[in-house]
């Protein structure tokens, strides 16, 4: 875009305090939007700054035309309303695609929104670039976070797929899950999938990032999905690691949402 | 509240072209809203009207503070854009529920939305006041309609539910549905929802309204439902019925969100 128009698009990123594993969340992602020639800009806020504070800052961004996509690194202290928060970042520039008028789009079928959350998207990018038929096939999603779980069933019925949600309250989670021919997991906790939950021959998608202890860990713990990783691999037909499976290809649709909304920018502005 | 503050609350009607149906339903909610004391004002338009026409007419009611909700009565003729119309709509007066932001908050927990759509919240309310929980049962939603289907998912989902969705790429739909403790049907083919779909004591609810030729009825038709009423009952615990059955609940529902709609006005206008 830089070579063919003189311009790039533009990231930017909002960190409250100071999180280990966002700061770590937030460097991966400024290191792979300048291997692309995305432009970032990173407004660090203290952990006990006020919420006007971090509201004008979101609203600077907002304005600025040379910023196409803002994120706002979640979670936010708990003093801080993150409904709000979310709800502040122009529908247009939200590429983290949590805007409630985005998920809105989202989930009504017909209508396009104007970012997919990335997790999500690259979910579906996953399996049809695997060759995985989803129309028509029977999805258990497990977990159903703002971020993760709800998106990704979204846009599976998008896809047309018949899609069961499993959740804390579900009876007979493994039932529901051992039916499905595809298997999204993002609950947050440990092995918590094992091999008798999976249907032989499943497409299994973990999207848990669970850190365990581990002493012989250099850092003293190690990422782990929600899968019994070792487990599943006996019965499944293919299955994401974790560390390494749907973590990069996340990464990959966040620059690919800027560069969508730079586009549309630089096309209308 | 006419009596206890002296205002009312006012639901506006847009209605485009001389559908017999949708007029049917027009005379229906406005009777109600008489019954009550919900003032009503009505704007029909002709078939051949232009968007602008019509986004003119519901701008007037978003601006008058003697308007508390605004019903675009759909479906509108093809060559209105109906997205556009219900994003026009302010979603402080989307008495339906229909536009998206409204829906995106329905979808997302923790966050509450100005108004659930009234079909949806009329099934709700029919399983709590019948007794029913809600929690932790497996629900099958057959049909996935933006107005019907997909809110009442979202919904139930809310109230902790374990849902399916049923659509026309679903292989073995009947499987899903007889598996389910509660059954949703909004598909609009008469009795197509059998009742070896039903598993024995399920509580059905049967959104569908279904026009069948009946020579010996005085307009020629009658109306039924989805699911095969006669059928049913030998095996289910209780299923609405059509006509009858979860349409006048939904009527109730209007008027609950129209009214809801005047409190907030009146108190923080």
Redesign the interface.
Known sequence: MKASIGKSPGLAVVSVGKRRDSHTFIRIKLKACDEVGIATLIEELPENCTEHQLLNVVSGFNENPLVHGIIVQLPLPQHLDE?KIIDSVSPEKDVDGF???????L?????EPLFIPCASKGCIELLLRSGVEI??K?VAVIG?S?IVG?PTS?LL?RH????????A???NPEK?TREADIVVSDVGIPNIVRGNWLKPGAFVIDMGTNRIKDPSSRNGYRVTGDVCFKEATKVVSAITPVPGGIGPITISMLLSNTLDSAKRAFIFP
């Open positions: 409904e805007h409630p008028l985005n998920m809105g789009n989930a009504m079928r017909g209508r129309m028509g029977k159903r703002k709800l979204l019925q047309h797929a018949t899609v069961s949600t499993v959740h309250f579900t009876t529901i």
